[in-house]
C-alpha cells in the first residue's frame, strides 16, 4: 500500500476503537492477514494525519465530511494512486459501519465523498501453453541444478515434489493464496474430486480439483515420513515441520520458477487465479459458475475477465478478417 510522506517523528498511535474493530476483523470476519494489514495501516495514518493537522487524537464520533475531504485533499497533494485512495477510504467506510453497529456514531461521515475513479485495468494472465510450462518449471529447475551448480540456496528433491503439487492445485482450483495455504487434509473429498475452501469472510464453497492436481498431491505426501491427516496442513514448509505453507515463502518460490519458464518473474501468485477464470470462460463456461468457482461476492468483480476473452476475440477479428 501506498503510503504518503509522514512527519520526520513517529506518531504512537494508541486508539482502542481501532484495536477493537481489527480484533473484529480477525475474528468475527475472518479477513484475510493482507486485509488486516492494509486496514490496520488505513486507520493508523488518517489517525497520525489527525494528530498532526489538529493537535489532537481523532474523536470518531465528533468528525465530520469536511474532516475527510481535508484528507482527501492530503492523499492527492502526495500524488497517491487512485487505488491507494480508494483503499483507505474503504478501511475507513468499513470502520465507520463497524462503530455505527455498536452506537458509537450514528451516520457515515464519508459518506457521499467523490473519490477518484479507478482505472480500468484488465487482469494480467498466462496463456495456456505459458501455464503448462510453468508447471513444469520446479522440474525443469531441479534437473538443471544438477548439471551445475549456481548462487543461492538449492532446490531439493522434496520441495520439488511439494511446488508441482502447489502450482497444480492453485490452478486446478483456480485459488488465493492465503485459500491455498489453509487448505486442510480433510478439505479434499477424493471420491469426489471436490475441494471444500475456506475463502473471505469466512465464507465455504466447493471447487472441483482436477486429477493431475490430485496425483500430484499424492505423490507429495508420498515422500513425507508420514502422511498427514484430519485438519493438518496440506501442503508443509517442509518434510520435516507440520506447519502450512505460508504465503510468503510461496510468492518467493514462484519466482524461481517464472525465470525458469522464461516468464516475468513479477507476475504474483494471484495471475494464476486470473489464468484459472480466464481459461474456463474461453472454453465456454458461463460467468455465473465461474463467479461461483472463484468465491466473488458480486458478479460485477468477475465480469472484469470477460472484458479480457472479449478483447481476445476482437484481436483475432482484426488480424483474421478481410473486412475487419
Same mark, same amino acid.
Given at each position: 500500500m501506498d503510503a504518503p510522506k509522514q512527519p520526520e517523528m513517529p506518531l504512537e498511535i494508541h486508539d482502542k476503537w481501532i484495536a477493537k474493530f481489527l480484533t473484529h476483523l480477525a475474528t468475527d470476519r475472518g479477513a484475510s492477514i493482507y486485509t488486516q494489514r492494509n486496514y490496520e495501516q488505513a486507520l493508523i495514518e488518517f489517525a497520525r494525519w489527525h494528530l498532526t493537522e489538529q493537535k489532537a487524537a481523532a474523536a470518531w464520533e465528533k468528525l465530520q465530511r469536511d474532516d475527510f475531504r481535508s484528507y482527501l485533499r492530503y492523499l492527492g497533494r502526495n500524488q497517491l494512486s487512485r487505488s491507494a485512495i480508494q483503499l483507505r477510504f474503504s478501511a475507513l467506510r468499513t470502520f465507520y459501519r463497524f462503530l455505527i453497529r455498536h452506537g458509537i456514531v450514528e451516520s457515515l461521515p464519508i459518506k457521499n465523498i467523490s473519490l477518484p475513479k479507478l482505472e480500468k485495468r484488465l487482469p494480467r494472465f498466462l496463456t495456456k501453453q505459458q501455464m503448462e510450462d510453468l508447471l513444469?518449471?520446479?522440474a525443469k529447475l531441479l *534437473?538443471?541444478?544438477? @548439471?551445475?551448480?549456481?548462487?543461492?540456496?538449492? $532446490?531439493?528433491?522434496?520441495? =520439488?515434489?511439494?511446488? +508441482?503439487?502447489?502450482?497444480?492445485? +492453485?490452478?486446478? =482450483?483456480? $485459488?488465493?493464496?492465503?485459500?491455498? =495455504?489453509g487448505l486442510r487434509v480433510d478439505d479434499i473429498d477424493w471420491s469426489e474430486q471436490i475441494v471444500r475452501v475456506r475463502g473471505k469472510g469466512k465464507k465455504e464453497r466447493l471447487v472441483p480439483i482436477g486429477q493431475p492436481a490430485l496425483k500430484a +498431491?499424492? @505423490?507429495?505426501?508420498?515422500?513425507?515420513?508420514? *502422511?498427514?491427516?484430519? /485438519?493438518?496442513?496440506?501442503?508443509?514448509?517442509?518434510?520435516?515441520?507440520?506447519g502450512p505453507l505460508g504465503p510468503l515463502q510461496l510468492s518467493r518460490r514462484l519466482k524461481n520458477y517464472l525465470v525458469t519458464a522464461g516468464l516475468d518473474p513479477g507476475l504474483t501468485p494471484h495471475? &494464476?487465479?486470473?489464468?484459472? *477464470?480466464?481459461? $474456463?470462460?474461453? /472454453?465456454?463456461?458461463?460467468?455465473?459458475?465461474?463467479? @461461483?468457482?472463484?468465491?466473488?461476492?458480486? &458478479? +460485477?468483480?468477475?465480469?472484469?475477465?470477460?472484458?479480457?476473452?472479449?478483447?481476445?476475440?476482437?484481436?483475432?477479428?482484426?488480424? /483474421?478478417?478481410?473486412? *475487419?
Open positions: 513444469v518449471a520446479p *534437473a538443471s541444478q544438477k @548439471e551445475r551448480k549456481g548462487p543461492g540456496r538449492p $532446490l531439493s528433491p522434496e520441495a =520439488c515434489v511439494r511446488d +508441482i503439487a502447489v502450482l497444480e492445485t +492453485i490452478y486446478s =482450483c483456480g $485459488l488465493r493464496v492465503s485459500e491455498l =495455504c +498431491i499424492q @505423490e507429495y505426501w508420498g515422500i513425507l515420513a508420514s *502422511a498427514p491427516f484430519g /485438519a493438518q496442513p496440506v501442503f508443509r514448509v517442509d518434510t520435516e515441520k507440520a495471475k &494464476l487465479r486470473h489464468s484459472y *477464470a480466464t481459461h $474456463l470462460l474461453d /472454453a465456454g463456461a458461463d460467468l455465473r459458475s465461474v463467479q @461461483e468457482l472463484l468465491g466473488h461476492a458480486h &458478479l +460485477i468483480t468477475t465480469q472484469v475477465y470477460t472484458h479480457v476473452t472479449t478483447e481476445r476475440l476482437k484481436r483475432a477479428y482484426d488480424a /483474421a478478417h478481410p473486412r *475487419a
